[in-house]
């Protein structure tokens, strides 16, 4: 089961979140039928939403859109406190490799545009930060977005990691690291010096305690103490009565066009790829529920 575990230097002046979020990034990838460049781009991408998500309480609700120019297209993540987060990439096709070690390319396809968070906490007006994508590999990117956006100093690794020949996601997770007022230049440089020095995430993921072994390389000699574990997963909200609402919607004459032409309908979530069928007598339904 994929887990998130938050913690605080003893001191209180810095945080840290280690995630495993492997089996997230794997479903994700099953119900999107995603090629290998698009599901680690789609994976960073949640696993983003995630740790942005683990800041929040309540019924918030996270979205993540990662706007590029490049052939990716539009990449979204919706993530909630509960460690719940669906997502999609715009092109799931893509699959470039570096010839010379295998690595999967991200932010040449990914290209030039806008890093956006959404934060919906239930009032009238959600609040929505923007900044430019400074590498496209989204990670930095959201770096970038803690200390532009919410003047938080904080350094965020992530890897999706796949199985060699297979494709398939065999690890992904990472972490965030955050300076607290009250942190020290000292301290700062020694939490870096320890960020610069860590192994690959995708190593300390496949260790007998990734999480673990994530946050004793992040704080090093600094004493921390863990506030929280929970559980990690792709989740979709999606439902048949939901997209019923939508389809009432449109209104009765598309309703009895829909019949006429197709004797019935077919809805697929573009987050997680289900498919929702409506029979003619379903349709009909929703035109005397409308009136």
Known sequence: MDKIIKSISENGHFRAFALDSTETVRKAQERHDSMPTSTVAMGRTLIAGQILAANEKGDAKIT?????????????????????????????????????????????????????????????????????????????????????????????GMSVLLDEGKDSVKIAGGFMLQALPGATDAEISQMEANIKAMPAISQLLEKEKPLESILASIYGEIPYKILDESGLSFDCDCSKARFAEGIKSIGAAEITAMIEEDHGAEVVCQFCNRKYHYSEEDLNDLILDGK
């Open 64 to 156: 993540v859109k990662v706007l590029g120019d490049g052939a990716m297209g539009a990449i979204i993540a919706v993530a909630t406190p509960d460690g719940k987060v669906k997502g999609y990439v715009q092109n799931t096709d893509l699959d470039y490799k570096k010839a010379s070690t295998g690595e999967v390319l991200v932010a040449p396809f990914v290209g030039n545009g806008f890093f956006v968070v959404i934060k919906d906490m239930g009032l009238k007006q959600p609040y929505t930060g923007q900044v430019d994508l400074i590498t496209g590999e989204i990670a930095e990117d959201l770096a970038w977005y803690f200390l532009s956006s919410e003047q938080t100093p904080a350094s965020v």
